[in-house]
Structures are given as structure tokens and as C-alpha cells.
């Protein structure tokens, strides 16, 4: 995987989770705060509507005054908004954060408003119904169990809390909290067990009462975790879907292309488009079918020609059977066995120039490469073609420098056809001489192979690397070749990872094929 790629993917990683992180705080604090707002006025609810339903509440609870600002107002002394207000007249309990803590107000029947401030709105609550709850058990202390009960019936159904005598000793809480209750008349403690808080009482008969309360606010409540566990993994399941679906959107497309072309549409290719995720595969598939679009072409030329290619010496073969019926001589019986005989190693060679064509179009050899001299193959080559062809100067041109770089990863049987090839078709045409010049250095090598011949128009340049393809249209044995010499050369140097051109030659005037490729090949390249 590129190095790029990689950061890009994981830049984009991390700003999903920063930007899934964000949404969940501020959807955190947003929810929470409206919850908060909620149990602020909810939790103390029972308690104000207690006070607002008293007579005479700063009366008969005056200890309220002095521990947390217990006080009826008329409606115009205090400055609420138009919203507060209309609640407060619906008979909501309204909680508004104050300088000095959380303010509670309640509206009476008659108008008036009684307003609390509550520093810790979760004790002072609790404190302040414990100390209502102690006043009114307290009056009917001495009176029968019955009536007893019947108070705090009534007190645990209007101010929404338990109210249990502690008569177990498995109950009774530690020493520390029985300390404070014999100071204060009750304690506000924590069970150690979870969040819930109760208030220890000490009544004037010095029972002992204990007031449960509601659990406290919690943040992370269930509902919340869950909610924000849905929006997490809706947030990361969009995020991955638009993801996918450019994946996926893509990888249709090349479905699509692999359909079509299997259909026999050869020329469809895959549009890669912007993105990066599957350009690389794009690439290697429309390199895929650019390669099966060549092979599939080029076994459509090789069977057309093939097929009159081999016509050529059968039919000189079928002639020379015939022939040898109505020979009337041992010399002329001789002479059309050897002419079958020359047919049939035309054939010969030409089947091994298909095979060897055809191995090298279908995916090549499997090239063992090693490092090699080239300036020796060179002097090999050019010594078996002055064997061959004793009429012509065949010679090679190494100077010192090349022959210092002359080590090359190659494939040295290949590499040995390859110009073997062209010196071959060089000394076809020249009229006399044939040059083979080695320009190696550091990093490519080249070799030039040129003739004194009529050279080839520049016209044809291309056209004479074409399969099957002669300038001449002979098809005689003088002439020799079938098409694929170079052809063949051309795809030994692709399969070196270099390319075979030709142009005219300064020195000579004639043809000049040449031959460049790497000197040196990385390790991942050597098939």
C-alpha cells in the first residue's frame, strides 16, 4: 500500500472520530442540560407543592426561612420573564440558576409565589422534607400506632419518599451518622451500595425513621449511553457507507467491462475516474485487457498468416511428389528430393519462428535473468554470421567504455536470438558490409546493427515489426524469412524492459536497427 495512501486514509480516520467525538459532546451537554433542567424542577416538585398547599407556610415551617430563603412574594416583586410566569400560572414549578444557587418558585392559589434557593439542590431537598417530615410525626408521637401511620402514609404519597422505622440493627448505619443525628436531630447520608442518598430522623421518642429519596441525577443514564452509541454508529455506518459505495460503484463499473469484453467488445476499458482507492486496479485491468485485445489479434494474424504461409512449401512439396512420378532420370529423382527436403526444413523453421513468436506474445518465456556479458554475445554473433556469409565484412565496434559496462542482466539465449536476428536480416540486404556498434554505460545499453543496403523507407519503419509483415512480398528461399524475425526481437526487448526501433544509418546509408534496455534491472522485475 503507498505511503500516501495510507496517511490520507489515516488523516481521514482520525478526523471521523475527532468530528464523531465533537457530535457526541455537544450532544452530551445539550441533552443533559435540558434533563438537568428537568429533575431541577421535578425533584424538589413535591416538596414545593407541600409548602404552596400549607396555610400558612412561613409560620408553620419557619426554620425554612433561615437554612434556605424560604419566602412568599407577591408576583410583581420578583423579576421573572414572561415564560416563567406563564408557567408559574399554569402551576408548574419553574427552577432558575441565582448568584447564590439554584431558585425554586411555586405560585399559590392566591397569587402569592414561594420562592427556595437551594445551594445543593439534591441534599437541601432532602434536609428540608426530613425536617417536615420530623415536625409532623413528632405531633402524633403519643398518639396510637394507627394514627401514626396514617401520617406518614400521607407524608410518603405527597412528598414522593419511604419512610421506614429503623427497628432492625442490620439497619442502623454507622457510628459517624449516628453521631450527627444525635446533634442535629437527622443526618443525610450516601448508601454505600449506589448513588441513592436517605435521610436518618430522630423523633422526639427517640425512634429512629429513616426517608429514602429518589435516585440523583446522573448524566450518564442509560438512555443517554445509548443514544449516543446510535449516533456513533450511525455517524461511522454513513461514513462507511459513502465510503463503500464509491468502492462499490467502481468495482461495478469493472464488472460492467469484464461483461463486456467477455461479450467480445475488446476495446472496453474501465474509467477509473477521481478515485484512488481503485485507480491501481483499474489500471492492471485495463492493462489485462489491452494485453488479451493484442493476443486476440494477434492469433487472428497468426492463423490468417499461418495458414498461407504453410501453403507455400506444401504445395512445392505436393509438386515435387508429383514430379518424382514422372522422373525419368536418378539426377532428376535427386533433385526433387532435395527439393522436398529443403521444403521440409522451410517448414521446419518456420514452425519454430511461430512457436517461438507466439511463446513470446502469450506472456513470455520464463526469463531466468543473469548478468552477462553482451559485448561477448555480440562477437559470438558476429563470428557465426561471417561463417554464414563469407561474401559480406561483418564486424563490431566496442570501445573501451562499453566494453568496461559490459555486464548486463539478460536473458543470454534470448538475448543471443535478438541479434542473431537482426545481423541476419542486416546481411540479407547489404550490398557488402554490416556494422555492430555497442554504446554501453552505466545505466542503459545499446547496440545498433547497420547495413550498406537500399535501407527502409521511413514510412515503413513501424510497419516492419509488424507480425507476417515483408516489404518485398517474396516467397522465395533466396529471399528467406517469414515476417517474425523482427517481430520477435521486439518482444525479447520488452520482456528486458527495453524497445527495439530502426531508423537510417549515417556512416553506412542503409537500414540501422537498434537495440536499448536497462543495464541494470531491480530484483521485483526479474521474472
Not at 425554586?104 to 417536615?132: H, S
Not at 557488402?432 to 545499453?445: A, L, Q, S, T, Y
Amino acid at each position: 500500500m503507498p505511503l500516501k495512501f495510507f496517511l490520507k486514509l489515516y488523516l481521514r480516520l482520525i478526523g471521523l472520530t475527532f468530528l464523531v467525538l465533537l457530535l457526541c459532546a455537544a450532544l452530551f451537554t445539550g441533552i443533559n442540560s435540558v434533563r438537568q433542567q428537568f429533575w431541577h424542577e421535578r425533584y424538589p416538585e413535591p416538596l414545593m407543592r407541600w409548602l404552596a398547599a400549607a396555610p400558612a407556610p412561613l409560620q408553620q415551617y419557619h426554620w425554612l426561612s433561615s437554612l434556605y430563603d424560604f419566602r412568599v412574594s407577591p408576583p410583581d416583586d420578583l423579576a421573572l420573564s414572561s415564560v416563567a410566569r406563564e408557567r408559574l400560572s399554569y402551576g408548574q414549578v419553574v427552577a432558575r440558576d441565582s448568584a447564590i444557587g439554584l431558585q425554586v418558585l411555586v405560585q399559590r392559589e392566591d397569587g402569592a409565589i414561594l420562592d427556595v434557593r437551594l445551594r445543593d439542590p439534591y441534599r437541601d431537598v432532602a434536609e428540608a422534607v426530613a425536617l417536615i417530615a420530623r415536625w409532623h410525626l413528632d405531633e402524633v408521637a403519643g398518639q396510637q400506632e394507627e394514627r401514626r401511620e396514617q401520617v406518614r402514609n400521607r407524608l410518603e404519597a405527597a412528598l414522593q419518599v419511604s419512610l421506614s422505622p429503623v427497628r432492625d440493627p442490620d439497619r442502623v448505619p454507622e457510628a459517624e451518622v449516628l453521631d450527627r443525628v444525635s446533634e442535629r436531630g437527622l443526618a443525610w447520608y450516601r448508601h454505600k451500595t449506589g448513588g441513592r442518598a436517605s435521610v436518618l430522623i430522630r423523633l422526639q421518642d427517640g425512634s429512629l425513621i429513616d426517608l429514602s429519596l429518589p435516585p440523583p441525577f446522573r448524566s450518564w443514564a442509560w438512555p443517554v449511553v445509548l443514544l449516543l452509541m446510535a449516533v456513533s454508529g450511525g455517524v461511522l455506518a454513513l461514513a462507511l457507507y459513502l465510503a463503500l459505495r464509491d468502492v462499490d460503484s467502481n468495482l461495478r463499473a469493472v464488472e460492467s467491462v469484464a461483461v463486456r469484453i467477455a461479450r467480445g467488445e475488446m476495446g472496453a476499458r474501465v474509467d477509473a475516474g477521481d478515485s484512488k482507492l481503485v485507480s491501481r486496479l483499474a489500471a492492471a485491468f485495463n492493462g489485462m485487457a489491452e494485453h488479451i485485445q493484442r493476443l486476440v489479434g494477434v492469433q487472428r494474424e497468426m492463423i490468417h498468416a499461418v495458414s498461407h504461409e504453410l501453403r507455400t512449401p506444401v504445395a512445392r512439396i505436393r509438386f515435387g511428389v508429383q514430379m518424382i512420378e514422372s522422373a525419368s532420370s536418378p539426377e532428376a529423382l535427386q533433385k526433387q528430393l532435395d527439393g522436398i527436403d529443403g521444403d521440409i526444413q522451410e517448414l521446419d523453421e518456420l514452425i519454430d519462428e511461430i512457436l517461438t513468436y507466439a511463446r513470446l506474445e502469450q506472456g513470455g518465456p520464463v526469463f531466468s535473468l543473469q548478468e552477462t556479458s553482451v559485448t561477448d554475445i555480440v562477437r559470438q554473433v558476429v563470428g557465426e554470421q561471417q561463417l554464414v556469409r563469407p561474401a559480406l565484412t561483418i564486424s563490431a565496434n566496442i570501445d573501451s567504455e562499453s566494453e568496461r559496462w559490459g555486464l548486463s542482466d539478460v536473458e543470454p539465449r534470448y538475448l543471443h536470438r535478438a541479434i542473431q536476428n537482426l545481423v541476419g536480416n542486416a546481411g540479407r540486404y547489404a550490398n557488402g558490409k554490416v556494422v555492430v556498434n555497442c554504446h554501453f554505460d552505466e545505466d542503459n545499453c545499446r547496440i545498433d546493427v547497420e547495413d550498406d543496403g537500399p535501407g527502409i523507407p521511413e514510412e515503413d519503419w513501424e510497419k516492419v515489426f509488424t507480425a507476417f509483415a515483408r516489404l518485398d512480398d517474396s516467397r522465395t528461399r533466396t529471399s528467406g524469412g517469414y515476417g517474425l524475425g523482427l517481430s520477435i526481437v521486439r518482444r525479447i526487448l520488452y520482456w528486458h524492459g527495453g524497445q527495439a526501433f530502426v531508423s537510417r544509418s549515417d556512416t553506412l546509408g542503409g537500414a540501422r536497427f537498434s537495440l536499448v534496455w536497462p543495464r541494470k534491472k531491480p530484483d521485483a522485475a526479474i521474472v
